[in-house]
């Protein structure tokens, strides 16, 4: 398995990104590579600049300098095709609670300008996330975070984007939740999407990733790859982490 990525193949590409609000810089020379098939976990602390990052390739935020690609669409130059390629779960999935599930996929397909002509579709995606079937007409007022998230992944399989982000996946999910949307994740990692995750949740990311990026200061200070069938070694993991010294996070101290 080859565990370089150029930037030219790359479904996402940030090169020396340097973000900042008000002046103040967040990311600050950061360069991310990931590539279709690939799960790319990237870790830090609370306040790292993580959620930039995601942001940066959804367009939301614009860099100071550097640049940032998606399937080679520069983002700040055709934010409308970068974003046409991306699929994004953020940490509070944004759907309407008073649509079912079916419905949600039905109107966001629409809104995306990609109705989907008969409910075959709909159910595939559905199908393919695993959610319960029971739960396809009910109202997502009642869905729990993993059911949630199931639906927005299964929309992003419905538009077929090549990539999907996805904000602090885990966070507030049980353990069956988890491993059920690590084993769909790894499921879309087999279709060729390129997923790229933020967490602090070292464990879950050494789980499913192929490759762990830790951010800190602005930049990924580290990186570390799967190699083949084998899994990462999570003390060693956690002592870059640990000793990497993340300032000021004791969330992360309290997790080991
Ligand atoms: N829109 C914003 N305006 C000003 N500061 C922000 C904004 N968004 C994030 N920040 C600041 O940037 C830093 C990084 O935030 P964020 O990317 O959300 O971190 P993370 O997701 O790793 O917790 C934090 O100090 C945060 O307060
Ligand atoms: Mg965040």
């Known amino acids: 398995m080859s565990t370089t990525t150029t930037e030219d193949s790359a479904a996402l590409a940030a090169s ?3 973000v900042s609000y008000n002046a103040t810089p967040v990311l600050r020379g950061a360069d991310l590579h990931v590539r279709r098939g690939e799960i790319y976990a990237l870790l830090g602390g ?4 993580k959620s930039t990052m995601i942001n940066a390739f959804l367009g939301f935020v614009r860099p100071t300098s550097g640049s940032v690609r998606v399937c080679s669409h520069e983002v700040a130059q055709d934010p409308l095709s970068a974003r046409a390629q991306l699929a994004y779960v953020p940490e509070n999935v944004a759907l309407y609670d008073h649509l079912s599930a079916r419905e949600n996929i039905d109107y966001f397909m629409r809104l995306a300008g990609m109705p989907m002509k008969d409910g075959a579709g709909i159910e595939q995606a559905l199908e393919s996330v ?3 079937r029971a739960a396809w007409d009910r109202r997502l007022g009642g869905f729990s975070k993993g059911m949630r998230q199931k639906v927005a992944i299964g929309l992003a399989l419905a538009r077929e984007t090549p990539v999907l982000l996805l904000d ?5 999910l049980d353990p069956q939740a988890t491993s059920e949307l690590n084993r769909l994740l790894k499921q879309l ?3 060729d999407i390129a997923i790229f995750m933020v967490t602090h949740d070292l464990l879950s990311a ?6 762990i990026g830790f951010l800190a200061q602005g930049r990924i200070v580290e990186e570390f790859s799967a190699s083949g069938t084998e ?3 999570v003390r060693r993991l956690y002592r870059h982490y640990a000793g990497q010294g993340m300032p000021g996070d004791a969330a992360w101290s309290r997790q080991a």
């Open 231 to 233: 899994r990462f070694d």
């Open 130 to 132: 695993g959610l319960d």
């Open 46 to 49: 609370n306040g790292a600049g």
């Open 16 to 18: 020396s990104l340097v």
């Open 206 to 211: 050494a789980e499913v990733a192929d490759r």
């Open 168 to 172: 602090e996946p885990n966070t507030g």
């Open 189 to 191: 990692r087999s279709r």
